[in-house]
């Protein structure tokens, strides 16, 4: 099993583990609740190295990943970034990442864990089409953890020599992390105001423990995957492998902005143009229970002894005190307000399509 080159500071923390995505990660360290909270409230930190970074340069990379991406890539400048999707010819979702635009002619690419290698494979592939494009996989190389949450900016700052307070959401920058030379990202996958910094592997654990120590005053915490799914599940983030995968297209997951029409042509847009004038026969809906229970992936989702679709994402939301979640169901039964019956260990809960996100707090620009 994989581990990140942070695994002897979780284990130094008493972090309970799981296998994720063939990842020993930090399921979490003082509690699921605790963390969120902390989040939500003051700052989690997370180790997010699991995750695939690839490096995308030369001049014919704009074009590259314009043609193999659903966003805009090309309207993109250095120090911006962009949630996209990587489609199959079919417009099934391959995966769900993130661009960052390095320089000119470079281009970092974040894509989840659990497709690091599908993706890799992917890209490559597909390049050579293009002339004057080098790849490179360098997640092993670089390290990647985020700080999230609303004190998050006040604990980086006392730690770099860049201004971070004008760098706004999914804008980044280059400058130096307790001496050592670093992006600082406003990306995130909690809806807190919060940063993801990539840093050299080998400096990772010192980064770290710097920042730990320096948001004790701040009543940071460490954080794992409990407190990353149920905060990502509050925003309505959907995950892949959970809410969408490569059957699944942008129409019916509700991500129809992470896709450019007018931008030329790309892998899948036929297909998903085709999708969406045919109409869909499942739509990507979020739901509240109104009676307690907690909703788990593979629930029943129904009405009038009709079934509507099944649960893909569930569990307790910390701050809405209710069950949530989300999951497939007929489009006309995907308005807010809709009321619905999800079946959990055999008895019908009551519960109400909602409005995403769940968490509304507003963030600051």
């Not at 390095?102 to 597909?126: D, F, G, P």
């Not at 920058?173 to 807190?192: D, H, V």
């Not at 799914?229 to 129809?256: A, F, K, W």
Request: hydrophobic residues 40%.
């Amino acid at each position: 099993m994989n581990r990140t080159v942070l695994y002897e500071a979780h284990k130094a923390l008493n972090a309970q583990f799981v296998e994720f995505a063939g990842w020993e990660m930090p399921l979490s360290y003082s509690g699921v609740l605790e963390e969120h909270k902390a989040v939500r409230t003051a700052a989690g930190l997370f180790d997010v190295s699991h995750m695939g970074r690839i490096q995308v340069d030369g001049q014919g990379g704009k074009g590259f990943l314009q043609y193999l991406s659903t966003a805009d890539v090309a309207a993109l400048r250095p120090g911006q970034a962009c949630y996209t999707l990587f489609c199959n010819n079919e417009g099934g979702i391959i995966d769900d990442l993130i661009i960052y635009k390095l320089n000119r002619a470079s281009y970092l690419v974040c894509v989840n864990a659990a497709n690091r290698e599908k993706c890799l494979t992917w890209i490559r592939t597909n390049s050579a089409n293009f002339s004057g494009v080098t790849i490179e996989d360098i997640s092993g190389s670089v390290a990647q953890i985020a700080i999230q949450g609303p004190r998050s900016l006040e604990i980086l700052q006392e730690m770099t020599n860049v201004d971070l307070a004008p760098v706004k959401l999914k804008n980044f920058i280059e400058g130096r992390l307790c001496g050592m030379g670093s992006y600082i990202a406003r990306t995130g996958f909690t809806g807190e105001r919060g940063y993801e910094i990539f840093i050299p592997a080998v400096i990772a654990h010192g980064i770290w423990e710097s920042v730990m120590k320096k948001g004790e005053p701040y009543d940071l915490k460490p954080a794992g995957l409990g407190a990353r799914d149920t905060l990502r599940l509050e925003m309505g983030y959907p995950l892949h492998g959970n809410d969408m995968d490569e059957t699944t297209t942008p129409i019916e997951c509700s991500l129809e902005r992470a896709v450019d029409f007018k931008k030329g042509d790309f892998i899948g847009k036929e297909a998903i143009l085709r999708h969406k004038e045919k109409g869909i026969e499942r739509k990507l809906a979020g739901f509240e229970l109104l009676q307690k229970g907690i909703p788990r992936h593979g629930c029943r989702i129904y009405s009038n002894g009709k079934t509507l679709g099944v649960v893909t994402s569930g569990n307790f939301s910390p701050t809405l005190k209710k069950g949530i979640g989300l999951g497939f169901v007929l489009p006309q039964y995907s308005a807010p307000g809709t009321e619905i019956l999800i079946d959990i260990r055999g008895k019908a809960v009551l519960a109400v399509v909602a409005e995403l996100p769940f968490y509304k707090k507003m963030r600051k620009k």
